[in-house]
């Protein structure tokens, strides 16, 4: 069967192809009666629109990219990334975009962008000055970033994340805690540095150290030098971070960077046989869902993954309509207690534990 095209519809129906374009593509610029005659037409027909061309033609793609840190296999290993894409979503659904996922290819982002037909991109901890940003650029293609280091000419969308951290750490320092291990996203070793949110809650954590003022004990690791770990946001990767935790020695607490590190870690004390919180302390950071279905529920910041993706890409519909947008939209974050936490283990007189 040939395909239909509009030059089928215009033979049946009079009308020239610019009409029939029309009628499909900018109905605002013909008649009522006549898209109605078109469309009756090219159902008869069985004509079915070519998206590439109406694409082509309309000078867009019709979808918007959010550009990955990891490839995809990888990238889904931590659930607070299918928050923020809930959140695109729900605006790509309610301004008939679609929502391409865009990993490096090869090991490189730029390569993922080069391919990419999309009408702007979200991306997630880009830095300014950075070559992907001055890429994306050379491309002329509006980009939001989520969780990026504010001071480019692009929207930022994201929380204040040293706060945060320092909100979480001071409620561990109150429980009076001063034996702690912190799981930091990244790699100690990483040729292009922390991340934005990764120093920015590092700064948080010690800010609190810093302004608890606990006493130094010599037995002790200093309530402003913890111990740090390094690991990928992932179950693994708290796992792995435990089993190095647990040799070096087991703090009273653990505060992990995101949620899905303290569950890593949760499942691999519980192996091991240690309590939570009768022998540990361990919060995380970001409320996933899953944080308050483990036993005990995870201590946490609550975060919100899926505003964060809603934001950035109202952000990005209003840059690729060329309307002016905020640069730098700051949404709020706050401390959740649940059962993880507790203070040190104090064996009491009666011989009974917390």
């Known amino acids: 069967m ?3 095209t509009i030059k089928d519809i215009a033979r049946e129906s009079g009308y020239s192809k610019t009409t029939v374009s029309f009628a499909f593509n900018d109905p605002s610029r013909i008649g009522k009666d006549t898209r109605a005659k ?3 037409i090219a159902e008869e027909l069985g ?4 998206p590439v061309a109406r694409n082509l033609s309309l000078r867009r793609q019709g979808t918007i990219g959010l550009l990955l840190p990891e490839v995809i296999s990888f990238a889904f290993f931590n659930p607070y990334l299918s928050q923020i894409i809930q959140g695109i979503g729900a605006v790509c659904e309610r301004e008939g975009h679609s929502l391409t996922l865009i990993p490096p290819i090869r090991e490189s982002l730029l390569e993922g962008i080069r391919g990419a037909a999309v009408d702007g991109l979200i991306t997630i901890g880009l830095e300014p000055g950075t070559e992907t940003v001055e890429f994306i650029k050379r491309r002329h293609l509006p980009f939001v970033t989520i969780d990026g280091r504010v001071g480019g000419d692009f929207p930022v969308v994201g929380i204040d994340d ?3 951290a320092a909100l979480v750490m001071r409620y561990v320092l109150d429980l009076g805690h001063r034996e702690i291990a912190i799981i930091s996203l990244g790699s100690e070793s990483r040729d292009d540095g922390p991340t934005h949110v990764e120093s920015q809650r590092l700064a948080g954590y010690r800010d609190a150290l810093r302004d608890h ?3 130094r004990d010599r037995d002790r690791t200093p309530a402003d030098q913890p111990r740090i770990y390094y690991a990928c946001a992932s179950m693994a990767g708290g796992r792995d971070a435990c089993d190095q935790i647990v040799q070096d020695g087991l703090p009273t607490a653990i505060v992990a960077m995101s949620d899905v590190l303290a569950l890593g870690a949760m499942e691999r004390l519980e192996i091991a ?3 939570i919180p ?3 302390t361990v919060v995380g950071f970001d409320d996933i869902r899953e944080s308050r279905l483990v036993r005990p529920q995870l201590t946490t910041i609550s975060q919100p993954g899926f505003e964060k993706g809603r934001h950035a890409a109202e952000a990005l519909m209003r840059l690729i309509a060329d309307e002016d947008t905020e640069r730098h939209i700051v949404l709020d974050a706050e401390l959740v207690i649940r059962d993880s936490a507790a203070p ?3 064996i009491a007189a009666t011989g009974g534990g917390r």
Do not use: C, F, H
Not at 47 to 50: A, E, F, I
């Open 2 to 4: 040939n395909r239909v």
């Open 38 to 40: 078109i469309l009756r």
């Open 47 to 50: 004509y079915v629109p070519d």
């Open 162 to 164: 040293r706060r945060a």
């Open 213 to 215: 003022g606990a006493p």
């Open 273 to 275: 046989g240690v309590t």
């Open 278 to 280: 009768g022998e540990i």
């Open 344 to 346: 040190p283990r104090v």
